[in-house]
């Protein structure tokens, strides 16, 4: 039967069906590599509702695979010299690959994602991770529709999971002088980590790279170069001479090389990954536990867990408590309490926006104090009195009498 006319055509060739639309008033004739009516036609739909709508397509799209926009998508992490490389490629290779490799990137819309996000749930992966990596598989669509020639026509919509922002670890002034304790029973270098990170609220990467031209003891002030931050903006930090701080930075500096890092071991070794000795000395200051990779319950000393009573490896234990970045927000918490101006708060952390005090729901009680102060003051300006309370046995005939009308 002859088709409506602007509704295409499918005829046969060599076995396989064709499909013929016209674009721009020109005729395209492509291919399906199938012999299914049904497939065939499914693709004559989807060409003509493109040409209807103006998305861009090109022959040849259907096969781009997501493989290919990944590649692209780390590629335009290399050009642009991205710090979060490692981790863009660490959610690619460790969970989005195995997913969503193998596909096809016309294939791949909500259903294949939502089914992926039931997967990462069921591997007990955090909202805010399982969100990272969806923004990951978002970008690779839109850099795609932008290439040119485009390899996508479409983003697929990608749901956005609620996610718990709200910072909860704090690390308080009464308990600061046991982890010092702790850290200090280490070395010198996590000592003074320790007292860089609660005293300014740096991140650990910043902290870990600081070298000692970067440390003036003659005028008291550290200096972050643009560049070597997180945004890439400079800083400037002053301490007191004398304090802890001060004390403590030139045993770690002394001796040393210009060029040389601040915080290292005792071989000289710079400082890596030191997570499993944060673990430790926090489990000895009682900020932090060893729990069981099944129950999630506390094990005793010796590894072994009451509830599946197995004995574990150290290693496979995983550690629940206080980490190094909850410095950073403590930091924020004591100096707004001390009255630092949030701006200044700001700019000795890092912090671009105002939304750290949001999340990390900093507020310092003393505020809150003087809020209800003002509050009350310009009630009473205003003649407001409190209500007078009335004697306990006047209350009791009060509720008396409303039981009985009630």
């Known amino acids: 039967m002859r088709r409506e006319r602007g509704t295409g055509s499918i005829y046969s060739r060599g076995g396989v069906l064709w499909i013929k639309y016209h674009k721009d008033g020109r005729a395209i004739r492509e291919s399906t590599g199938t012999a299914s009516k049904t497939r065939a036609n499914r693709l004559l739909q989807m ?8 998305e861009p397509f090109r022959l ?4 781009i695979k997501v493989t290919e926009l990944a590649e692209d998508f780390l590629q335009d992490y290399r050009i ?25 990137a016309a294939h791949v819309g909500t259903d294949t994602i939502k089914a992926y996000i039931e997967k990462r749930q069921q591997e007990e992966a955090s909202n805010a991770t399982i969100n990272r990596e969806l923004a990951a598989l978002k970008r690779m669509f839109s850099l795609g529709m932008k290439s040119t020639p485009p390899k ?19 690390l308080t002034i009464e308990r600061y002088a046991r982890l010092a304790d702790a850290c200090a029973s280490v070395g010198l ?27 003036d003891l003659g005028s008291s002030r550290i200096l972050l170069d643009p560049g070597t931050t997180k945004n890439d903006d400079g800083r400037v930090v002053k301490f007191k001479p004398g304090s802890t701080l001060a004390n403590l930075l030139s045993a770690c500096c002394h001796g040393k090389h210009v060029d040389d890092y601040v915080f290292t071991r005792e ?41 599946c009573s197995v004995k574990w490896n150290l290693k496979n234990l995983k550690y629940d408590g206080l980490i190094f970045h909850d410095l950073r927000r403590s930091a924020a918490r004591n100096a ?12 000795m952390g890092g912090w671009k926006t105002r939304s750290v ?25 205003f003649g407001h009195k409190g209500a007078e309370i009335a004697p306990k046995e006047v209350q009791l005939a009060a509720s008396k009498t409303y039981r009985k009308v009630q």
């Not at 060409?47 to 103006?54: D, E, F, I, T, W």
């Not at 479409?154 to 609620?162: D, M, S």
């Not at 997570?275 to 200051?285: F, G, L, P, Q, S």
Request: proline share 2%; with cysteine.
């Open 47 to 54: 060409r003509l509702r493109a040409v209807s709508s103006g």
């Open 60 to 63: 040849g799209m259907e096969k």
């Open 80 to 104: 642009n010299g991205l710090k979060s490389l490692d981790d863009a490629k660490a959610r690619w290779r460790l969970h989005l690959q195995e997913w969503f490799g193998h596909l096809r």
């Open 152 to 170: 996508v026509y479409r983003v697929p919509a990608v749901p956005h999971l609620k996610e718990n922002n709200v910072r909860k670890g704090f």
């Open 189 to 215: 270098w996590l000592r003074a980590m320790l007292e860089v990170g609660y005293t300014f609220g740096w991140r650990v990467s910043e902290v870990k790279r600081l070298c000692v031209q970067q440390i």
């Open 267 to 307: 071989d000289g070794s710079p400082i890596r990954d030191f997570r499993t000795t944060w673990a430790k000395v926090c489990c000895a200051a009682d900020l932090g536990q060893m729990v069981c990779p099944q129950c999630r319950k506390a094990v005793d000393t010796a590894g072994r867990c009451a509830k």
């Open 336 to 347: 707004r309490a001390s009255g630092v101006a949030e701006g200044v708060i700001m700019k």
């Open 357 to 381: 005090f949001d999340r990390y729901a900093i507020v310092a009680e003393s505020d809150m104090a003087d809020a209800i102060e003002r509050v009350e003051a310009l009630r009473a300006q």
